[in-house]
Every structure is written in C-alpha cells, then in structure tokens.
C-alpha cells in the first residue's frame, strides 16, 4: 500500500439533490495521484438525485451508479462495494464534502498505523441559523458527550469513526455491512472488525464536511432512529454499551419523573426538568460563539431534540429488531 494504491470510493445516496453534485466533486477533485472509481449505489428517490447522478457519470468516467431498490444504506453500501473493485474502499455520504487531501491522508494513515479502517472528523456545518445551531450542538460535548469523531482530540485506536476508509480485506472477512441494521451499520460493522483483532483509527487530520438535518423535525427522526439501533447493537453485541449511550435515556426518564412529581405531588420535582434546562442553555453560551444571534438561540432547541430523541428512540427500541438481526445472514460482498 502506497500514495498511487488505487481505491474506490462508495456512496449511498437517497434524495440528496441538494448536495450531490458538490458531494461528488469534492471526490473528484481530490488531491490523490492514484487510480480512482466513484460507485453511487441509487435508492428510490423522490428528487431530482437520480438525474444528477446520471449527469455525473456522463462528465466523468470514472463515475457509475449501481441500483439500491431498497433504499437501505447498509444495502447500499454492499452494493456499491461489490461493484467496485480497488483495494481501499473511501465511504462518502451524499452529503458530506471531503477536505481536499482526506483519500491521500487516509491511505498514508492506513500504511503507518496496520489498521483495518481510519475516520476522522464529522465537522458540522450549517447553510442557514438553525443548520448552524445544529452544527453547533453536533460539535460540542454537551451535545454529543466525548465522541472524538464530532468534536476532536488526539489520533489514536477507536470503538469506531466516522465514514470510513477500509481495507477491502477487512469488509470481504466481515462480509460487509449487516443489511439488517437500517442505522448504527457503521458502528456495528467496526465492533466486528475490532472482535476480529483488527484497528480502528481516529486522526484529527481527516475531516469531513458534514450537512445538518433542516428541521427539528427531520433531527428528531435522525437521532430516534439513532437511539433505537444502538440498543439494537447492544442487544446483539453484548457489552457494546458504555455510560455516555446511557445517558440519553437516563436523562429522558428524570425529566419526565421530574415533570410528573412536580406536577402532581411537589413542585420541588421540577428541578430536575428545570436544571436540565439551565445545564443547556448554559452550554449552548460556548458552542454558539461567533453565530448570529438567532441562530445562537436555537441551539438549546437543537441540544434538547438531540438527547430526548435519542433517549426514546432507545428506549422503545422493540426487542423484535434485535431478534431480526440475530436470525438474519449477512450478505457476501466479495468480488472474486
């Protein structure tokens, strides 16, 4: 493995018109000296995605598309890599923007430490005051607690990072993402990787560019089904949970205790609601420095959607998903 290894770069993409094309260049326009193929594996938009898609593949050969009818990403991500056919295989969402050296950073970081996948930053970024406050509270630690990936720290071995550049080797031995995980599939596939005795690595020197959810609405389904496959993973990896993924729900359960007991019994309950709050308009002080003001103002709106929805989308996980992936097969991915 050197600074020319070829690699493939993989996309699932799902309505994603409104970041596509500039997802792709970001790809293409990449400061790598080596052989490179983009394979967008195309779920069944509702957009103009599938028409942007066919553009890119006709400006550039190096680009082709390969169905995904399930809309799945774990599908999609399987699909894209039996397609392709390089020995590193980049992950790129359609929404996220490469820094310009991050392929060429990754390999070189692939070569020097032995690991069989290395991530580096989700760095946030807002096109309007409440993508900006989101952004905010995805990259402050009252937002996301410790998770090097959102807010940085010191390269080093990872429980799991964000997107990926891997091994082929690695996803063949794994064979590939579970399709069963409908999110959490990044995590889940890392956690096999590290049972296997491979390395997962975090360095602060990738970094992605990373577009928020536009509404409360659209946050709040985001991090519910976040909460929900993550307690799927831990059901079915036993020992995968640590506090921070507790805290959420934790959090959730004294709030609305508090709420109650403060409702029906002694207002003294509505401390605990009450300091919760306090606790983050008091971190939304830092995160927001150098926002507009409105924007500012929402990021306690977006730190609350962020914790609650994930805490109940963890907390009413139905034990039956977990039960699904125990009896499901992964699906090969190997191309020969």
């Known amino acids: 493995m050197n600074a020319t290894t070829p690699v493939s770069v993989i996309m699932p993409v799902l309505n994603e018109e409104r970041h596509l094309r500039s997802s792709v260049r ?4 990449q400061e790598y000296d080596g052989e490179m193929e983009v394979v967008i594996a ?19 050969p ?3 598309t390969v169905p995904n009818p399930t809309g799945r990403t774990p599908a999609a991500l399987n699909a894209a890599i039996k397609a392709s056919s390089h020995p590193i295989v980049v992950r790129v969402d359609g929404h996220g923007m490469l820094s310009p050296n991050y392929i060429a950073t990754a390999v070189r970081l692939l070569a020097e430490t032995g690991a069989q996948n290395v991530g580096g930053i989700m760095h946030a970024e807002g096109e309007n005051d409440w993508e900006h406050a989101v952004a905010a509270a995805m990259t402050s630690k009252v937002g996301v607690g410790n998770a090097a990936f959102h807010t940085g720290g010191a390269a080093g071995p990872a429980e799991t990072v964000y997107l990926g550049v891997f091994r082929r080797e690695a996803l063949e031995r794994q064979d ?6 409908i999110r959490a599939q990044d995590w889940e596939l890392n956690f096999r990787i590290r049972e296997a005795g491979g390395l997962i690595w975090f360095s602060p020197e990738l970094r992605v560019q990373y577009r928020p959810r536009p509404s409360v609405r659209a946050l709040a389904k985001q991090y519910k089904d976040y909460g929900r496959w993550r307690h799927v993973v831990a059901r079915y990896h036993q020992g995968s949970i640590n506090l921070r993924y507790l805290a959420p729900p934790t959090a959730l359960c004294a709030i ?6 403060g409702a029906v019994l002694t207002p003294w309950g509505l401390v605990i609601p009450g300091g919760y709050l306090a606790a983050i308009v008091a971190g939304s002080v830092p995160a ?7 924007a500012r103002l929402q990021i306690p709106v977006a730190l609350a959607t962020m914790h609650m929805s ?5 907390l009413t996980s139905p034990r039956a998903l977990a039960k699904k992936v125990i009896a499901s097969r992964r699906p090969a991915v190997k191309t020969g």
């Open 176 to 181: 590939g993402y579970n399709e069963e995980f």
């Open 256 to 261: 609305v205790a508090g709420a109650v007991v």
């Open 42 to 60: 195309l779920g069944p938009s509702a957009d103009r995605t599938d028409e942007i898609a066919a553009e890119l593949v006709r400006e550039d």
């Open 62 to 64: 190096r680009v082709r």
């Open 310 to 314: 994930w805490g109940f989308g963890f």
């Open 26 to 29: 970001h790809i293409l326009e």
């Open 288 to 294: 927001g420095r150098g926002l507009p003001l409105k």
